[in-house]
């Protein structure tokens, strides 16, 4: 079962304009999210997190939005440049099963 | 420091075989994860290993088993190889109790079952 949802598989955006990369979730026990970006033949790095007590946390140009209710997450990336081409994921951690789930990954290419 | 390191980089075996890969986690980290990254798909949890023992386990048959070593490099064994597990192996190196933001990926090893 795939408890963490990806539903969009690319997103395209004019360098400058904003990204917005969603990610959807099933478990309510999840209590902490995180995003990673993945280059071709690289293993993912780490991004930017959010702990489930916060609904929103930024770094630099990254922000990550976090709707418990909805179970539902986003990343907004502003402004978009064209070294932020990867695939992005977003995981869910959750202390009782101990373990990250990943979502499917969305492809975002920034044109220049 | 040289990060976490996979080896083999590409490797191409035919079902019923047996296959062994490894990892060396980053300097300083003592956890290594394994995940299963199938084409289209997010990497999925396979195993953790910490002090030489696995801590914690996805859904994966036990053809899928692993060990580390008093180095803290891992590997990770795969038996009776099936056609479906074909995908990009990744090895992920932490610190033991620290939060997902310390995980830090190798470059993986993509398997082809033929």
């Known amino acids: 079962d795939q408890q963490v949802k990806q539903n969009s598989p690319s997103l395209s955006v004019q360098e400058g304009r904003i990204s917005i990369l969603n990610c959807d979730y099933t478990?309510?026990?999840?209590?902490?999210f995180l995003w990673y970006k993945k280059y071709p033949a690289e293993g993912p790095t780490f991004l930017i997190s959010?702990?489930?007590?916060?609904d929103k946390n930024e770094d630099g140009r990254f922000t990550v939005f976090l709707n418990k209710s909805a179970k539902h997450l986003s990343l907004h990336i502003v402004p978009s440049q064209p070294g932020d081409s990867a695939v992005y994921f977003c995981?869910?951690?959750?202390?009782?099963?101990?373990?990250?789930?990943f979502g499917t990954g969305t492809s975002l290419t920034v044109i220049p | 420091d040289a990060g976490v390191t996979q080896s083999p980089t590409h490797l191409i075996k035919t079902r019923g075989q047996q296959v062994t890969l490894r990892c060396s986690p980053k300097?300083?980290?003592?956890?290594v994860s394994w995940y299963q990254q199938a084409l289209g798909q997010g990497p999925q949890f396979i195993f953790q290993?910490?002090?030489?023992?696995?801590?914690q386990r996805g859904n994966f048959p036990d053809r899928f088993s692993g060990h580390q070593f008093p180095n803290y490099s891992s590997e990770l064994n795969v038996n009776a190889l099936l056609l479906g597990d074909s995908a990009l192996y990744l090895c992920?190196?932490?610190?033991?109790?620290?939060?997902?933001?310390?995980?830090?990926f190798g470059p993986g090893t993509r398997l082809t079952v033929l």
């Open positions: 478990n309510s026990m999840f209590d902490y």
């Open positions: 995981a869910a951690f959750g202390t009782t099963g101990n373990q990250f789930y």
């Open positions: 992920a190196s932490s610190y033991w109790g620290l939060a997902g933001d310390e995980q830090f």
């Open positions: 959010i702990s489930s007590i916060k």
């Open positions: 290993y910490y002090e030489e023992e696995e801590r």
């Open positions: 300097s300083g980290h003592d956890t």
